[in-house]
């Protein structure tokens, strides 16, 4: 069974902080997308990775693919309040339909 | 085109009742998830459609619930007799369905069983 580890599960920050967020696993993923969902509202797609090694850049956020694809991390640079949320990691794996989802990291940005 | 849309987006029931929830996807999508839930946790997956084929049902879900996706187009997904357990927020997505099955979310139907 595949699994996805993410930490911390919640950290709350000041506005202007840098942070890390992980998505760990012992298994091999083909991709791995990071998601964003505020509250009462689904998911949003930030960034797939794909390829071991790979660093994607979405303005102050900064994903990044393990060299053996088992893992993942998000950098915020300069925190910002709107920057608030559940973020959550997702690695396409074994099957070719389900995607095995992390339990997500509660990111809040305090003014 | 305006992404996937599910309607509605709050729904209060009373335990024992049916419910039945609709979902849009994208129209050049042609798989479609069902995903559960709950306070601070990651999706969990329900069920998901190739076109209008559905190819998988998780193990964890119950035969009270069913879906179907009629024509390849839009789901539903019913609950019958529901429980206080069901309530959770009810997430519909979809995606093209290459190797990287990037999926698109709709804002998700919130239950409440009372």
């Known amino acids: 069974t595949q699994l996805l580890e993410q930490s911390p599960q919640f950290l709350s920050i000041q506005e202007g902080e840098n942070l890390t967020v992980y998505c760990n696993s012992s298994s091999v993923f083909s991709s791995l997308q990071w998601y964003r969902q505020e509250p009462g509202e689904g998911p949003v797609l930030l960034v797939t990775?794909?390829?071991g090694g790979e660093v994607k850049k979405l303005k102050r956020l900064t994903f990044q693919f393990g060299d053996a694809r088992k893992d993942s991390s998000l950098h915020i640079t300069a925190a910002q309040t709107g920057d608030t949320g559940l973020y959550l990691c997702a690695g396409a794996g074994d099957s070719n339909y389900q995607l095995i989802w992390g339990a997500g990291t509660k990111l809040i940005i305090k003014p | 085109d305006t992404g996937v849309s599910q309607n509605p987006r709050h729904k209060i029931t009373k335990r024992g009742q049916n419910v039945t929830f609709r979902c849009d996807p994208i129209?050049?999508?042609?798989?479609l998830y069902w995903y559960r839930q709950t306070l601070g946790q990651g999706p969990e997956f329900l069920t998901y459609f190739q076109n209008e084929a559905q190819l998988e049902k998780s193990r964890l879900l119950s035969d009270r619930f069913s879906a179907e996706r009629p024509k390849g187009s839009f789901s539903t997904l019913e609950i019958q007799r529901t429980e206080q357990g069901d309530s959770a927020m009810y997430l519909c997505a979809s995606s093209v369905g290459n190797s990287r099955d990037e999926q698109y979310f709709g804002p998700g139907t919130r239950l409440t069983v009372t």
């Open positions: 129209s050049e999508h042609n798989r």
């Open positions: 990775v794909v390829t």
